[in-house]
């Protein structure tokens, strides 16, 4: 159809033309490229045909008012327009957002929703940074938030004391506006919230002064916080109704308070199990020892065995995290380094060259044996 030229301009006549002066015009031209008079002549036949198709529309007064009012399209017999209006008063209501998906929310039989209707209140979100060990045992807090409560003075109806909100007369309380729009498709009926009340119904016309008429006033409320023993970093806690209030008798929203574990100087966590690392002298390490091991719960004694290596981790049952879900707690693992003296005194380097002795153990012979292989790789 973009493609086509205008009806009025294939005839040759003024959009005001009378139905006289459309036959005369059409039989000239038709005379003019008639196959008959034009044989062979592709130009001829598809101009004959351009006139014939532009005739009939004209001819006729319900096709040609279509086409006055829709231009192609009201006379397309594969479009709409060709089912004679048969859409006219129509309210598509439901079906208007298969229309906005096709037509990128041109609003053909669109029907916007009323705000008069129960409305859920917004959800919040609140941030709280918590201690390692507040995690693991749990804790109650106090935290401070800003939202929307319903004024106290006109108890949420926006109205000074002592008055009332009027019905709009606009959409006589309903809170919608219907208009007709015509299209290239019929004529369609809209519904969309009243712009005077802006979809409520009613229109204030003393409003409190506590809160301008709106009904609500943003305030500082404290609210009471349980963490679950065993919550971990990154974890989100969800109160429900503690969020904004909801309008017209909707739902209040939700509250989702988001945790943040400082990191301990000691321990690290791996889900429900604890880590920390000890030192122990070298003393200790080959002689064994009982040492005290810190734990959350406070310090336990633990024996480590003779001979234990630099790296060694030994378990400590349920002195970790608590199961957030279910009964018990994960384990502690301590990882113990032995710690080699940095400075010895003379006596103390007899002793140690004395014990290597009663050892067997050539204090120079792993030097020794890391050049020779040092050699033996560079073919020295």
Do not use: W
């Amino acid at each position: 159809m973009a493609n086509k030229r205008d009806y009025y301009e294939v005839l040759g006549i003024d959009k005001n033309a009378a139905d006289s002066d459309i036959k005369k015009a059409y039989r000239k031209l038709a005379k003019q490229y008639h196959p008959d008079l034009n044989p062979d002549d592709k130009v001829a036949e598809a101009k004959f045909k351009e006139v014939n198709e532009a005739y009939e529309v004209l001819s006729d007064p319900q096709k040609r008012s279509r086409y006055d009012q829709f231009g192609h399209a009201g006379t397309d017999p594969n479009g709409f327009g060709g089912f004679g209006g048969g859409f006219s008063d129509f309210d598509f209501g439901g079906i208007g957002d298969i229309f906005e998906t096709f037509f990128g929310g041109g609003g053909f039989g669109r029907s916007s929703k009323s705000k008069k209707g129960p409305q859920k209140g917004a959800d919040l979100k609140y941030a709280m940074e918590i201690a390692f060990e507040e995690a693991v045992f749990g804790v109650e807090k106090d935290v401070t938030i800003l939202r929307m409560e319903n004024c106290a003075t006109c108890s949420g109806t926006g109205a000074k004391p002592g008055t009332s909100a009027s019905t709009c007369s606009h959409c006589s309380g309903t809170g919608q506006v219907q208009y007709k729009q015509n299209t290239p498709f019929g004529q369609f009926v809209n519904i969309k919230a009243c712009d005077v009340c802006r979809g409520e119904g009613k229109i204030i016309t003393d409003p409190c002064q506590s809160c301008s008429g709106k009904g609500r006033i943003r305030k500082s409320i404290s609210i009471k916080v349980n963490i679950p023993a065993g919550i971990d970093d990154g974890q989100t806690i969800s109160l429900r109704g503690e969020g904004e209030p909801g309008a017209r008798g909707g739902p209040s929203g939700d509250l989702y308070i988001s945790i943040r574990v400082k990191p301990h100087t000691i321990f690290q966590r791996q889900g429900n199990d604890i880590v920390c690392e000890i030192p122990i002298t070298f003393v200790q390490a080959a002689l064994g020892a009982e040492l005290e091991v810190p734990t959350l719960d406070g310090k336990v004694r633990y024996n480590v065995p003779e001979g234990t290596q630099t790296g060694s981790v030994f378990r400590i049952k349920a002195k970790g995290v608590p199961f957030l879900r279910g009964n018990g707690r994960g384990d502690l693992y301590v990882k113990v380094n032995v710690e080699v003296p940095k400075k010895l005194n003379e006596k103390q380097k007899s002793i140690l060259k004395e014990f290597a002795e009663l050892s067997g153990d050539d204090i120079h012979e792993q030097r020794k044996s890391f050049f020779n292989k040092m050699k033996d790789a560079l073919g020295m």
